[in-house]
């Protein structure tokens, strides 16, 4: 027996694929496809979520802007440019002093693109019946998980 995929809820083997409480042998599979299911609210909070995340990482970029270019408008009305210089090289190496810390808010968007933004759901036919699954928001586990199935029939479909 080869194991394809395992996690708490999946397991797909040389023989069956168990998901959900339920077990279908390969053997017994004729064709396996997936969906995309009805949005749920977790998968709608995820992109909620994805729009406030890049909001917040682009308004202190255009603050900056706008900030650095009144200074210079301002800079040149007074003819004071010693200090509008002073002051851009100060929030220069501020700026460059926080980069490091933007590694936690890009890894979570990161991770919440490969989650996906839609439900997905593994179908299967076997005995003559169509039956879903496993429905998931978690594109990444969805991924691996179809890619094992098909691995698993189209291995036993060559030692038939």
Known sequence: MTLYYRDDAVQVTS????????????ADVTYVWHARGRTTLAVRGR?????????????????ALVCVVSLAWSAQDRGNWTLALLVLAACAVGALALVPFLEVPLGWLDRSYERGSRVHELWVQHHGREEMLLRTPDALRFGQIYRAVQRAVEQHGEYR
């Not at 023989?15 to 390969?26: F, K, L, P, T, Y």
């Not at 992109?47 to 603050?63: H, K, Q």
């Open 47 to 63: 992109v909620l979520g994805r729009g406030v995340l890049v909001l917040l990482l682009s308004l202190p970029p255009l603050v």
């Open 15 to 26: 023989e069956s694929i168990r998901a959900g409480g339920q077990a279908v042998r390969i």
